[in-house]
């Protein structure tokens, strides 16, 4: 199973990002996939999940309503918009599957794309 992050980046405080996690080795369908980040100097922490048909999904409180998580399951890929972005969102970001719920344990993970946010 690969993961693959990109689309992080430098961007001004109030501003958006999109970030993409694109999947493969696996039956894309079959999983559930959530978002992870971990700031400097703080543990990994949980941002967002969307279930395997995207019917479902939750957020970090930190990121509701800012954050929307969203996945096609034809293109095997799953997206984090986030919008009025704060210096506090700046981290490297974490797409991962095979979740464990309530927890940040996960089997895989892709390699992280980075976020800076500028106040």
């Known amino acids: 199973v690969q993961l693959q992050a990109f689309g992080g980046g430098l961007v001004q405080a109030g501003g958006s990002l999109r970030l993409s996690c694109a999947a493969s080795?696996?039956?894309?369908?079959?999983?559930?996939m959530g978002w992870f980040r971990q700031a400097p100097g703080k543990e990994r922490e949980f941002v967002a999940y969307?279930?395997?048909?995207?019917?479902?999904?939750y957020y970090a409180d930190s990121v509701k309503g800012r954050f929307t998580i969203s996945r096609d399951n034809a293109k095997n890929t799953v997206y984090l918009r986030m919008n009025s972005l704060t210096p506090e969102d700046t981290a490297v970001y974490y797409c991962?599957?095979?979740?464990?719920?309530?927890?940040?344990?996960?089997?895989?993970w892709g390699q992280g794309t980075l976020v800076t946010v500028s106040s």
């Open positions: 991962a599957t095979g979740l464990r719920a309530g927890t940040i344990l996960a089997d895989y």
């Open positions: 080795g696996l039956t894309f369908n079959n999983y559930a």
């Open positions: 969307i279930s395997w048909s995207g019917g479902s999904t």
